[in-house]
């Protein structure tokens, strides 16, 4: 089938996929709560003749189809989890349940991938082994680790695994890829710093945390103005601050959290390094005291040249080039298909959600998926997989 005829026979049958689209925005699901959404996907996996695993971390959900004799394993990943965010959209198909909602477009990334679940199981025109692999809590705690714990790879061999997120701000099905670093790593700091409490009116008893932690928020900023070259990537954004109930008392203790971004791992060594010896330096000199609880989040996310060139040519194939960005831009968000790529080569591209007036970010009351998307994506996925399990693939 050629990519022309299969973009066309994905387009008639976006219809099913589009409303099974808005069923699952309908009816949102929390990380590893996606228990009617994973039903639902390993329901239609096993109707279709997949060999279907459920429970991975929780509701994660791998289907598994084998054709022919080859041996090349190829992984393909969805994400399913929504946000704890309230809808404001207006659309028909708005979320259900107060204060949830799917406000980054999983709903579709599912749908596209079931879409072309189905496609793949109908022709069967592949040689080797495919994993669809239905990921829970992308946006916390973490699914893909939880998974990489639990043994994916281990009991679902890849030799390549890819993923697409959509992309506001971006034409429609447009698809936009980059080789090497891609996303950002993500941190989270919490910063307690200890002194001694006192009367307000009596400052010189005491030893002021509240002062001391000014004094970090205003030296933070200095660790990218002057530990890190001006040509790399780094973000340290004081978020959240609390200390103190009264304006005439000086409190014990105060808390600080902190994000912290970098699109190179040595980056984000130094930044860990100088947050907790300034942190530190800066409430001692204040006769204070520092602790600092750094969580090491999600990773750079590292697309490899291999498969991103390849993923790039798939795209030329189906749509052609004036429908692809064969280089986009590195984003400062965080995705956590970045540590499945740490387990397994591969490549993460974005498929342009539109760009027109009224267009909304994703994490925002107002978002929803481009249902023009369903045909593209699914049809991509479908190129994709036959081509990397195609007899002559190398």
């Not at 929504?82 to 579709?108: K, N, R, T, Y």
């Not at 082994?129 to 699914?143: C, D, K, S, V």
């Not at 698809?175 to 891609?182: D, I, K, M």
């Not at 591209?349 to 978002?367: A, K, Q, R, T």
């Amino acid at each position: 089938m050629s990519p022309a005829l299969l973009l066309e026979r994905m387009h008639t049958q976006a219809p099913e996929f589009v409303a099974l689209r808005r069923d699952i925005h309908r009816h949102p699901e929390l990380g590893l709560s996606e228990h009617r959404t994973s039903a639902l996907i390993a329901e239609r996996l096993e109707a279709w003749g997949y060999e279907v695993h459920r429970g991975l971390a929780t509701t994660g959900v791998v289907g598994t189809l084998r054709r022919g004799s080859g041996s090349r394993r190829l992984g393909l990943r969805a994400d399913m989890d929504a946000l704890p965010l309230q809808e404001q959209s207006g659309v028909d198909w708005a979320s259900v349940h107060d204060g949830v909602m799917h406000a980054c477009g999983h709903d579709g990334h599912t749908a596209m991938l079931l879409a072309a679940a189905r496609q793949l199981a109908e022709e069967g025109d592949f040689d080797g082994t495919l994993h669809l692999i239905f990921q829970p809590a992308e946006e916390h705690p973490g699914g893909a680790r939880l998974m990489i714990e639990q043994g994916l790879f281990e009991r679902f061999p890849c030799d390549a695994i890819f993923a697409m997120h959509n992309m506001p701000g971006v034409a429609q099905g447009t698809l936009v890829f980059r080789e090497g670093a891609t996303m950002a790593s993500s941190d989270d700091v919490t910063i307690t710093v200890r002194g001694t409490g006192g009367h307000g009116a009596m400052p010189h008893l005491a030893a002021d945390p509240v002062v001391a932690a000014a004094g970090i928020v205003i030296a933070l900023q200095t660790i990218v103005a002057r530990n890190i070259d001006p040509q790399q990537t780094a973000i340290v954004t004081v978020g959240s601050i609390h200390g103190g109930k009264a304006n005439n008392v000086i409190p014990h203790e105060v808390t600080m959290e902190i994000g912290v971004r970098a699109l190179d791992a040595t980056v984000r060594d130094v930044l860990e390094h100088r947050i907790k010896a300034l942190a530190a330096d800066q409430a001692r000199s204040y006769g204070c005291e520092a602790q600092v609880l750094y969580k090491r989040d999600y990773p750079v996310l590292v697309n490899t040249p291999a498969e991103t060139a390849f993923a790039r040519s798939v795209a030329m194939e189906l749509v052609g080039p004036d429908r692809v960005v064969p280089q986009g831009p590195a984003a400062n968000g965080s995705e956590d298909f970045a540590i499945l790529l740490e387990h397994c080569p591969g490549s993460y591209l974005m498929i342009g959600n539109g760009d027109g007036e009224g267009g909304c970010s994703v994490h925002n009351p107002g978002y929803d998926f481009n249902d023009g998307n369903v045909a593209i994506g699914a049809a991509y996925w479908v190129l994709l997989a036959r081509r990397f399990l195609s007899s002559s693939a190398a």
